[in-house]
């Protein structure tokens, strides 16, 4: 971007010094980033979810399955190893938010990768190809864009079973509608920036046109739409377990047990409100740097 | 103006279109039928149940039949709720489902449309920050996690208002859902709201309207308040989809006899011609919506040509 131009060069404190260097688009973008508090915690309690999703269950000694005949919804106490107690089946529910969390993490990971290929190939070519096709390719997105989805998603589950697999293509196949349209309108912008220009009277080929101009700049976006996605498809996820439509028994996700929780919270709140911290927190945290990340990658800021 | 509606309306129509194609090959694609049950039925039986809801008919037959039905306000017989039409059970939910989105939707934009004003006029400051902090739990609390936690905290704690139930729409039975279902698009609202107000306010018309002495009340209601809008009314489409879905869990947790409990009580039950009837009407509802904000948009917005 500008600042890989000579002129814009931003000169160096002490005169004298190394020859400037320049500093790329992601240089910047992390020193922004870096400032911004809110930001950064998120980011420090997102690995530290990831890790303990990954590793807590281990450090238990239940299974997410097992029932605990001694301790039916009991509330969290230390002696038993019950750290967040347990639910009406004597399932340990520090085991389970975790074995929770690792799906619904997963889910949104994964449902967003999906989302993220379908859109980028659709809004790459569309804005690539241009013209007739590139109107078709985009009414056709206005038109599934009018469509009530998560009406068909539920209908989907309900109609085709609740697997996990189909959980991950739904919700991707919902979400890759803004992500084809914003990789189309910056292709179609990035086509004809002065730097593309420049770069291509240089005599600058194609593909490094692509790899040094197009793709870092698409990037930046895809990478602010990623992170806001990701809570977005955690959420989709939640909301159809909360209904019972999304994953199965044993297993579990952040929506499942909130569910549970909802049922019980009159005589056992420890139900209802741990998975609910978790799940507000993760989406709380994911917005957050999704936040920063624009702040931080938006050229127009500079 | 005239012209400008027109196109947007033939604009609708095939969207309209595919959306009742993609909801009935959908359903009909599905494995299992309404008629699967615990003990199964005679052939015979099952056979004229098929005729007598015409479902022996081959597909293409079924769905001009259904869209025939359609431009007739028929969505055709419940097939759970034996006694009852998908019109009558429309007919009954949706007046409660409408009452309540309509609340939630009006305290949005009541409370939305204040609070990012407010927070714009004085952005930085104290007032701005928790404007955007409580914004932010709300886009990051899920309403069907804040709605079980309201109902402990004010129903089963506090003892303050009934923890569910309808109660025919008094108002106390509707504090806490219309509140659950609203706080998210107050949220999204506030910030599109500030976002706009902060960009407005730094515009040249109201530096002049500033510069000409007049007093501060009205430069932001006369002059920078309606430009500030524009993106919260095309953010109304979106937000009346996502009040719509949100309904269909607030009215379960709550216990709502709204048109979100028959969806699900449908799709559980498999009541094919009641879930279609429901997405179908949302649907239209959603798509008729849109193309009213997009020409209320336009009337609104001199940047528009039409």
Redesign the interface.
């Known amino acids: 971007m500008a600042r890989e131009m000579p002129g814009h060069a931003v000169p160096s404190v002490e005169p004298g010094a190394t020859p400037v260097k320049g500093r790329s688009l992601w240089v910047d973008a992390w020193n922004v980033l870096r400032r911004n508090r809110a930001a950064m915690a998120s980011v420090c309690i997102i690995l530290t979810m990831s890790v303990l999703v990954i590793v807590g269950p281990w450090l238990s000694p239940y299974d997410y399955a097992q029932t605990d005949w001694d301790n039916i919804s009991i509330a969290p106490e230390w002696e038993s190893r019950h750290v967040f107690g347990t639910d009406a089946l004597g399932r340990d529910l520090f085991v389970r938010t975790l074995h929770g969390g690792r799906i619904s993490l997963m889910i949104g990971i994964v449902a967003t990768l999906v989302s993220l290929l379908i859109g980028i190939s659709y809004g790459a070519t569309a804005g690539y190809l241009g013209g007739r096709i590139d109107h078709l390719m985009m009414r056709i997105v206005d038109i599934l864009y009018a469509m009530p989805f998560m009406f068909f998603v539920i209908l989907l589950m309900v109609f085709f079973g609740r697997n996990i697999i189909l959980i991950f293509v739904a919700i991707g196949a919902i979400n890759w509608l803004d992500m084809a349209r914003i990789v189309r309108g910056q292709t179609l912008s990035l086509k004809s920036k002065e730097f593309v220009e420049a770069a291509e009277a240089q005599g600058v080929s194609t593909f490094n046109i692509i790899r040094r101009h197009i793709v870092p700049n698409l990037l930046g976006v895809v990478v602010v739409y990623v992170t806001l996605t990701i809570p977005q498809v955690i959420l989709v996820e939640s909301f159809l377990s909360f209904l019972g439509l999304g994953v199965q028994e044993p297993m579990t996700s952040w929506g499942a047990l909130v569910n549970e929780g909802a049922q019980e919270m009159e005589t056992a709140p420890w139900m209802l409100v741990f998975p609910a911290v978790f799940l507000a927190m993760t989406l709380f945290c994911f917005n957050f740097v999704g936040d920063g990340l624009r702040d931080a990658l938006d050229p127009k800021d500079r | 103006m005239l012209r400008y509606s027109f196109s947007r309306l033939m ?2 129509i ?2 309209l279109f ?2 009742i194609a ?2 009935f090959f ?2 009909r694609v ?3 039928g309404p008629f699967d049950s615990e003990r199964s039925l005679p052939a015979e039986i099952e056979a004229n149940l098929r005729a007598a809801y015409n479902l022996d008919l081959p597909l293409y037959e079924q769905f001009f039949r259904y869209i025939g039905g359609l431009m007739r306000g028929d969505f055709g017989p419940s097939f759970q709720y034996k006694d009852y039409t998908v019109t009558e059970l429309i007919g009954t939910g949706f007046p409660v489902s409408l009452r309540l989105g309509g609340s939630a939707m009006l305290l949005a934009l009541l409370i939305g449309i204040s609070a990012g004003t407010l927070a714009a006029l004085r952005q930085n400051s104290r007032t701005d920050y928790s404007v955007m902090a409580v914004s ?2 709300g ?4 309403n ?2 804040m ?3 309201m ?2 905290l004010f129903a ?1 704690y506090l003892g303050w208002l009934p923890a569910g139930g309808w109660g025919g729409g008094a108002w106390n039975h509707m504090i806490l859902p219309v509140i659950a279902l609203a706080l998210p698009q107050i949220a999204y609202i506030s910030r599109l709201t500030r976002g706009s107000m902060i960009e407005v306010l730094r515009s040249n018309f109201v530096r002049t309207a500033r510069a000409q002495g007049l007093p501060e009340r009205t430069v932001i209601l006369r002059y920078a308040l309606k430009p500030a809008l524009l993106p919260v009314v095309s953010y109304l489409g979106p937000a009346t ?1 996502a009040v ?2 949100g309904s ?2 607030i009215e ?2 709550f216990g709502v006899p709204g048109l979100g409990r028959y ?2 009580q449908g ?2 039950n ?1 009541d094919y011609t009641l ?1 279609m009837g ?2 179908v009407f ?2 239209v509802l ?2 008729v919506f ?1 193309f009213l904000v997009d020409i209320l948009y336009a009337w609104l917005d001199p940047k528009v040509k039409y």
């Open positions: 604009g609708a095939p969207t595919i959306l993609l909801a959908m359903i599905a494995p299992g932010m739990t886009i990051s609390i899920p069907f996690v709605a079980p936690l109902i402990l089963v989809a719509i879905t269909v869990v379960q947790i969806f699900v799709a559980l498999r879930v429901v997405v949302y649907g959603i798509i849109n």
